[in-house]
């Protein structure tokens, strides 16, 4: 009796634990992929150099020209009290360290106002993805990314072109 019991049992969890895994869908999409397909982004590079052009631009031209300033003030010794060659003394480096990285700092602004640019458009991707997962019942949702094989069945990236309206291009292999 026991036996039987125990079959009974471990036949009752087998059915529930595939029930249980059955149950979970799990999807998968490249979110900037998707980011990339929106009519906002074609637009970006154009923004992005429009803020190099006139606010970047112009502050490393003040940046050196107040360094050549302060530089010509320090160097004249003989008219500068000793208080401002002291404080210009503690200036100076910093500038000199923005002009030599220069580049970097650009890049870093120029990389800020990307992310703030993309930022509401990742947020209508992911609500667009939830939504998708709503509707389809998907349990979860991974960037394609972190998958080495997946269903083609499982990739949800027309579902959410479709509800952001967007057009997705054909690839070579679609030919």
Same mark, same amino acid.
């Given at each position: 009796?026991?036996? #039987?019991? *125990? @079959?009974?049992?471990? !036949? ?22 998707? @980011?990339?397909?929106?009519?906002? *982004?074609?637009?970006?590079?154009? @923004?992005?150099? *429009? ?11 003040? &940046? ?8 010509? $003030? ?5 008219? *500068? ?10 200036? %100076?480096?910093?500038? %000199?360290?923005? &002009? ?5 700092? @650009?890049?870093? !602004? ?7 640019? #993309?930022?509401? +458009?990742?947020?209508? $991707?992911?609500? !667009?993805?939830?939504d998708i997962a709503k509707e389809k019942k998907y349990t979860y949702i991974l960037n ?5 094989? !997946? ?6 990236? +027309?579902l959410v072109a479709n509800k952001l309206n967007l057009k997705i291009p054909k690839s070579?292999?679609?030919?």
């Open positions: 009796m026991k036996k #039987l019991l *125990t @079959v009974i049992v471990l !036949a009752a969890g087998l059915i529930f634990s595939n029930n249980a895994a059955a149950q979970v869908k799990i999807g998968y999409i490249r979110v900037d992929d998707m @980011v990339g397909l929106m009519p906002e *982004t074609a637009k970006l590079d154009s @923004v992005l150099q *429009t803020y190099q052009k006139d606010s970047i631009n112009p502050q490393y031209a003040q &940046i050196i020209e107040l360094y050549n300033y302060k530089d010509s $003030v320090f160097k004249d010794s003989v008219k *500068t009290p000793a208080s401002v060659r002291q404080q210009i003394s503690k200036e %100076l480096p910093q500038l %000199l360290y923005q &002009i030599q990285n220069w580049q970097q700092i @650009v890049n870093q !602004a120029l990389q800020n106002k990307q992310d703030e640019y #993309l930022a509401p +458009l990742y947020r209508k $991707v992911y609500k !667009a993805i939830q394609k990314e972190t998958l080495l094989v !997946a269903p083609d069945a499982d990739d949800i990236s +027309l070579d292999s679609d030919n």
